[in-house]
């Protein structure tokens, strides 16, 4: 199976903090060895991308295993609880995303200063988290009709009610959704955007101007922007 | 609308870290000070309920805000999205009852000692949310035909699915859902028994003898024995 893996190994530059600059040299010098973290997820952005990009932000070399859906059945047994995305790291894996990112938030020293803030940010990820497990619902309804009657539900009633609140904790935060500065549930919120996208459209997104400018100010930073 | 509420205060034997005998006698001796944290949360165990658990551990005083279900539609409105548990400390208040949980884990010593250790916790605790919200998919259908073929179904697939692999890892655990020692992943497990014995049965878990091993031992610690 591995031939048909198609894997990218991602080196960013490293951008803020000296110990992030400090991992990145070492890959630089050492090259050929294998990256510390291994990501294991489809070959689509998904519950994948929030990771992603906190490693491309910290500058974090991360072995990226793309997974075709042609060979999902056959891994999907070996997987502990039938799910992508995996994290590998000295020979441990675990699941779990927003967990994931949590680590990875802390990693990329976008966490919190102390537990209470660490709590903050945590509210907001799960409450983007709400957001996207309430799509999630009417994307795998398989009913035609009632699917089109829970899309339109949710696009008048669940989409703006979360989008309007995220948007003023926004505003409130200084331009972070929270702590008043940039923190990891920024990048989770930026990385949950291509699914958001796809369901509600850009234009959609776009009307929160507080939410657009943060997704702008994401995508320009060093280690992100393409 | 606060004289409709029933407010139970809990200040149970503070019973492991040395902090934690420390907070309980500081209550002791300033019992007339208003308890540090505040709990609002329906009068049942739903959501609440790990939180109650965590809070009776560790043996820190708190008051347990029931709110009655008429007195609901009048508070959503005051909520910051609609939804509780809401965690109020040091005049600051925060949703999502996950969130709460883990900061809570760290406050009565039962989180990780290292970020990856914190990582296999959450991600346990996370699998656990997952049964549960495909529990409350079923729950809220309002076709009642439809409902229970769900729930057939949930009850022949997803529950073994989830439960026949929780118990594995509490085998390989040493007894417990993570790092082969007790941590707030066991107390959050336990806290959400209530919704899973209503949905699939007490004899259901009954059958999975390393879960229900554990809820026992949960059940006969310090603190959480009634």
């Known amino acids: 199976m591995q031939r048909q893996l198609f894997v990218r190994f991602h080196s960013v530059a490293a951008i803020n903090a000296p110990t992030l600059a400090k991992r990145h040299l070492l890959s630089k010098f050492f090259p050929k060895m294998a990256p510390p973290y291994k990501l294991i997820y489809f070959d689509k952005p998904g519950r994948g991308e929030p990771i992603r990009l906190l490693f491309k932000y910290g500058g974090v070399v991360f072995e990226d295993v793309l997974i075709k859906r042609e060979d999902w059945a056959q891994l999907k047994q070996k997987t502990p609880f039938g799910q992508l995305p995996l994290l590998e790291h000295n020979g441990k894996r675990v699941n779990q995303s927003v967990s994931i990112c949590r680590y990875l938030g802390k990693l990329v020293k976008l ?30 309804e398989k009913n ?3 699917k089109k009657t829970m899309k339109e539900e ?3 009633e669940t989409v703006p009610f979360y989008l309007s609140r995220l948007d003023a904790l926004v505003q409130k935060n200084n331009g972070f959704l929270a702590l008043g500065r940039l923190t990891w549930a920024d990048l989770y919120f930026v990385g949950k955007i291509p699914i958001f996208s796809e369901f509600m459209g850009e234009d959609t997104i776009a009307k929160y101007t507080n939410l657009k400018a943060l997704i702008d100010k994401i995508h320009a930073l060093p280690g992100i922007k393409k």
Do not use: C, P, Q, S
Request: charged share 35%; no cysteine.
């Open 154 to 156: 949710a696009l008048k």
């Open 111 to 140: 966490a919190g200063k102390d537990d209470w803030e660490d709590l903050e940010i945590d509210a907001v990820v799960d409450t983007i988290t709400d957001l996207r497990a309430k799509i999630t619902i009417v994307r795998l």
């Open 144 to 146: 035609v009709a009632l």
